[in-house]
């Protein structure tokens, strides 16, 4: 069994910065890259940032780049999105997901988690 879980969503001002966790409380997910989604209300879920199992390659969204950064501490089975100088247009659910491959269209993702609300106040 996977169980995805999100945590430290919340409400920040613009320019703020928030830390975000994806744990996983089931079966390790070995090999597995990870990533991370968000989904504003009436768009459609997009994909932010990814890290590979090992930790080495990384992915991100160029509305992201340079702003956010992703990690994983794969002993506390935990991925981590530390989302600096957070503009209201990053207002959203984010989701992580579990990922066999390097593809991260929505569809490709085998697992998800249930989101994290993040609010970004201008």
């Known amino acids: 069994q996977v169980r995805l879980v999100e945590s430290g969503g919340g409400l920040v001002q613009a320019g703020g910065s928030l830390r975000i966790s994806c744990t996983n409380s089931?079966?390790?997910?070995?090999?597995?890259?990870m990533g991370w989604f968000r989904q504003a209300p009436g768009k459609e879920r997009e994909f932010v940032a990814a890290i590979s199992w090992s930790g080495r390659d990384t992915q991100f969204a160029e509305s992201v780049k340079g702003r956010f950064t992703i990690s994983r501490d794969s002993t506390k089975n935990t991925v981590y999105l530390q989302m600096n100088r957070l503009k209201s247009e990053d207002t959203a659910i984010y989701f992580c997901g579990a990922n066999t491959g390097w593809d991260w269209s929505v569809h490709e993702l085998d697992y998800w988690g249930q989101g994290t609300q993040v609010t970004v106040s201008s």
């Open positions: 089931g079966r390790t997910l070995s090999g597995y890259a």
